[in-house]
């Protein structure tokens, strides 16, 4: 037992994990050296807004960063800015903004924190161009039991480097980040194309070369008009009068759960969506709305009820997608499951580890917590492992060894190399031990 620890009921974003955690939250760096010296296994977390329980776990100690939320260094002339890991998105947006600069790679919601970030490697709606948040990272400070305080970056510690980005927090307790920005000036003016399926919608995907924010959202039908839909074009304004210093007022949004999806509701739902966006194919939009885009709309999470939802993030190859496509639709006609959103973006980058990256395309899927849905999303893993398809392991809590190891080429490599960094491998999570690493 630590001294001053204290214990809770903890959950993953998804609802698909609950747990009795023992934590402690340090405020000062001396503090986590002695609560990390005092526990076995250790994880850490910060505003726990992972869908899968990356960040959590029954037997580990769990150190929580939120604390750390200090900018600790910053420069307009050499574009950088070093924050602590528990800083959030919305606060590190708030600082840099005024200065028209900004990390194009900010994923979905506002107070993810920093640290999530870069265990997770995070990306945003524009990954097809500026890849995932790795790109914008210059180096990191990481705490470990036996190793110490450690300076990671392309030229100090580069292996380390390369494992604790999108490394789930396996290497370390990540204390402090420094990261490389680009110039931002403007606003957002989106259009909307209508689309008749997902093939469609990967030609005019890739049809789009400039720097726009792309994504799309189709409904979730298992009729002949399968992935028809919409795609948000989301263009970045050039204008340097645009003030930006209180463009984010942003607070957390208390979320009730009351299970309200089901086939009537969900049709009901993307029926309406579908016609109220048909009605304005152009409109201005403010920066949180295009980068944020559930934020204030919290409650679809709770529509899913205190049993959750399932989220998998797909990374499909472009020459495969067509017969990835035509399966799924078949598999979704036969099983009949209850989704939610079905959703497409491009994304680049280098698969690497457990990163999810890959000059591919991204396909999203949320559906009910069921059986049903989950025997769906069985059969639809052995579709991912035959046309290799790489599936989030930071979205998708049912995840298993199996899979995970067929579908990520470097799964054996990354564990490797983790277990000579931390031989005694004592940095573990409920995802760590489920996939056997």
Not at 17 to 27: L, M, T, V
Not at 61 to 68: A, G, Q, S, T
Not at 132 to 154: A, C, P, Q, V, Y
Not at 397 to 413: G, I, M, P
Request: net charge positive; proline share 3%; charged share 25%.
């Amino acid at each position: 037992m630590l001294n001053n620890g204290e214990k809770k009921i903890a959950h993953s974003f998804d609802k698909s994990f609950y747990c009795q955690i023992q934590y402690n939250k340090p405020s000062k760096y001396k503090e986590i050296e002695k609560f990390t010296s005092q526990a076995s296994n250790i994880i850490t977390c910060g505003s726990n807004y992972s869908y899968s329980p990356i960040f959590l776990s029954k037997t580990s100690h769990v150190l929580d960063l939120r604390n750390f939320n200090r900018i600790l260094g910053f420069s307009k002339e050499k574009k950088e800015i070093t924050v602590e890991s528990g800083l959030k998105i919305s606060e590190l947006l708030n600082f840099v903004l005024p200065h028209k600069l900004w990390i194009p790679q900010i994923p979905g919601y506002p107070f993810i924190t920093v640290g999530g970030i870069v265990a997770s490697n995070a990306h945003g709606k524009s990954c097809g161009i500026h890849g995932t948040i790795r790109k914008s990272i210059k180096s990191i400070k990481i705490f470990h039991k036996t190793n110490g305080w450690l300076n990671l970056s392309e030229n100090e510690n580069k292996e380390i480097f390369d494992l604790t980005i999108g490394g789930l927090g396996l290497t370390g307790t990540i204390v402090s980040v420094t990261f490389t920005l680009e110039k931002f000036s403007g606003f957002f003016t989106t259009t909307k194309k209508l689309v008749k399926n997902l093939k469609e919608t990967i030609t005019e995907l890739e049809s789009e070369k400039s720097e726009k924010y792309l994504y799309s959202w189709h409904k979730p039908s298992s009729t002949k008009n399968f992935g028809k839909g919409i795609i948000f074009i989301n263009t970045l304004g050039n204008d340097e009068n645009v003030v930006l210093d209180n463009e984010l007022n942003l607070n957390p949004k208390k979320t009730y759960s009351l299970r309200i999806w089901n086939r009537l509701t969900i049709n009901l739902a993307n029926f309406l969506f579908y016609s109220i966006n048909k009605r304005r194919l152009s409109e201005n939009e403010v920066f949180q709305k295009v980068i944020f885009p559930f934020y204030g709309n919290e409650i679809y999470f709770g529509f899913f009820g205190n049993k959750g939802f399932i989220e998998t993030q797909l990374l499909i190859k472009k020459t495969n997608f067509d017969i990835f496509n035509e399966e799924l639709y078949y598999l979704i006609k036969k099983s009949q499951p209850s989704i939610t959103l079905i959703s497409l973006k491009k994304m680049s980058g280098e698969q690497k580890y457990l990163r999810f990256e890959a000059d591919r395309i991204c396909l999203t899927l949320d559906l009910i917590n069921s059986k049903l849905n989950r025997d769906f999303m069985e059969k639809l893993d052995k579709i991912c492992i035959k046309h290799n398809v790489i599936p989030s392991v930071i979205k998708d809590s049912r995840l298993d060894k199996k899979v995970v190891q067929n579908c990520y080429k470097d799964f054996e490599s990354f564990k490797e190399k983790l277990l000579i960094f931390d031989k005694k491998r004592i940095y573990r999570s409920e995802v760590s031990d489920r996939l056997g690493i």
